[in-house]
């Protein structure tokens, strides 16, 4: 079955300090992968498209095929950055519909 | 451009009792999603719809039902509250053929007692 998994339901770290939020997906074809932000109080948004292979706010991701894996990478946290991530897949096959598959989602809190 | 609009913001039922939650989006979309989203569970997807009069099932359809009579309306009710369907509730619409990028709602809080 089509599956998307973040293992970390919460990662806390200092400002300054590197994050990386895992994601890990089951799927053989090649889907398109993307991480949608929650901020609080905010309605949840696209942060990026593995497709558009760009950095917003900081924050990059590689699609790791081999690893079945999208990783969303920033170098230097944020305060800002706090929100809840969710990592999503678009099967192949699945323009007709735009169906997502969301991961359960990951809590980033960057302390002071 | 308000964008996807939901109502209502909040909500308490009991069990037993039915309601309707409304999603609107303005920006001529076609295609429009309900999900929930539950501790633990990420958003998953309940009904969905590819186009006016048309509708879908998602991956957790159970106790809900959808219409979408309008292209700019999607409507999601729940004919008998259990309190399993205690959850917030998202809408999200997207534009057939463009980027594969989903707008949401600001999603609607059910509390059934």
């Known amino acids: 079955a089509q599956r998307v998994t973040q293992p970390e339901k919460l990662l806390s770290v200092f400002k300054g300090a590197p994050v990386e939020l895992k994601c890990n997906y089951s799927?053989?074809?090649?889907?398109?992968l993307f991480w949608y932000v929650q901020y609080s109080r905010q309605r949840l948004q696209l942060l990026l498209r593995h497709i558009s292979r760009e950095s917003i706010k900081g924050f990059t991701a590689d699609l790791n095929k081999g690893e079945t894996s999208f990783h969303l990478k920033k170098p230097f946290a944020q305060e800002e950055d706090s929100a809840m991530y969710y990592c999503?897949?678009?099967?192949?096959?699945?323009?007709?519909?735009?169906?997502?598959?969301f991961g359960q989602g990951t809590t980033l809190q960057v302390k002071p | 451009n308000a964008g996807v609009t939901q109502t209502p913001k909040f909500r308490v039922l009991k069990t037993g009792q039915s309601m309707t939650l409304l999603c609107a989006q303005d920006m001529n979309h076609e295609y429009m999603y309900w999900y929930r989203q539950d501790p633990g569970m990420g958003l998953r997807l309940i009904h969905y719809?590819?186009?006016?009069?048309?509708?879908a099932k998602g991956e957790v359809p159970d106790g809900y039902n959808v219409s979408r009579l309008k292209k700019q309306n999607f409507l999601l009710g729940l004919e008998s509250a259990a309190p399993s369907q205690t959850s917030v509730y998202f809408c999200?619409?997207?534009?057939?053929?463009?980027?594969?990028?989903?707008?949401f709602g600001a999603g609607t809080r059910l509390s059934v007692l």
């Open positions: 719809s590819v186009g006016e009069g048309t509708t």
């Open positions: 999200a619409s997207r534009l057939r053929g463009a980027k594969n990028i989903q707008y």
């Open positions: 799927y053989s074809g090649s889907p398109e």
């Open positions: 999503a897949l678009s099967p192949p096959g699945s323009s007709n519909t735009g169906k997502l598959i």
